[in-house]
T-cell receptor, first 114, second 113 residues
Framework: GDSVTQMEGPVTLSEEAFLTINCTYT??????LFWYVQYPGEGLQLLLK?????DKGSNKGFEATYRKETTSFHLEKGSVQVSDSAVYFC?????????????FGKGTKLSVKP | DTEVTQTPKHLVMGMTNKKSLKCEQH?????MYWYKQKAKKPPELMFV???????INESVPSRFSPECPNSSLLNLHLHALQPEDSALYLC????????????FGSGTRLTVV
């Protein structure tokens, strides 16, 4: 079945450091790919998405490129801030997928120190 | 309005109580979802409503009873819960059942005592 694997955390960085959170997926066909962010005590917010190969999703300085050849959707940010501290979930919906099949990775906790 | 609103934000209930969680969206989304999230885990799907009809029940115990009174509202009725049911309950919606990115509410933090 479809699945998402993302790097285990926690990840601790200093402010202004470069961030990469790795995400790879297994799916038949062409899934849509997402990054969600969950700040402490809150629900999930859609950070960015990409629906086809080579698409780049971007938002708030974060970027991820849909790489079909490597089945990856790595999250990057050039300069993190303390306010980026949160848990980040990579997720997919299978192509032509049935309802409710938003499949999550296990999440990566990011802590940014001043 | 681009939000999913959940009430209450926090709920403490005894094992013999009956309570309800509420979820509302006014984005015209036709699919709505209930998820359960335990600490340090990703959300787990519980129920899916598509065009106001229950379409998926992920083998959830009957002490959880969903209801969709109309296309904007989703309820989760709780009865005789167990302490292990304590979790963050998230509601989400999407434009259509196939999904194109879900919009999540901020959740209800439920504690069963």
């Amino acid at each position: 079945g479809d699945s998402v694997t993302q790097m285990e955390g926690p990840v601790t960085l200093s402010e202004e450091a470069f961030l990469t959170i790795n995400c790879t997926y297994t799916a038949t066909g062409y899934p849509s790919l997402f990054w969600y962010v969950q700040y402490p005590g809150e629900g999930l917010q859609l950070l960015l998405k990409a629906t086809k190969a080579d698409d780049k999703g971007s938002n708030k300085g974060f970027e991820a490129t849909y790489r079909k050849e490597t089945t990856s959707f790595h999250l990057e940010k050039g300069s993190v801030q303390v306010s980026d501290s949160a848990v980040y979930f990579c997720a997919l919906i299978g192509y032509g997928g049935s309802q409710g099949n938003l499949i999550f990775g296990k999440g990566t906790k990011l802590s940014v120190k001043p | 309005d681009t939000e999913v609103t959940q009430t209450p934000k926090h709920l403490v209930m005894g094992m013999t109580n009956k309570k309800s969680l509420k979820c509302e969206q006014h984005m015209g989304h036709r699919a709505m979802y209930w998820y359960k999230q335990k600490a340090k885990k990703p959300p787990e799907l519980m129920f899916v409503y598509s065009y106001e009809k229950l379409s998926i029940n992920e083998s959830v115990p009957s002490r959880f009873s969903p209801e969709c009174p109309n296309s904007s509202l989703l309820n989760l009725h709780l009865h005789a819960l167990q302490p292990e049911d304590s979790a963050l309950y998230l509601c989400a919606s999407s434009q259509n059942p196939q999904g194109d990115g879900y919009t999540f509410g901020s959740g209800t933090r439920l504690t069963v005592v």
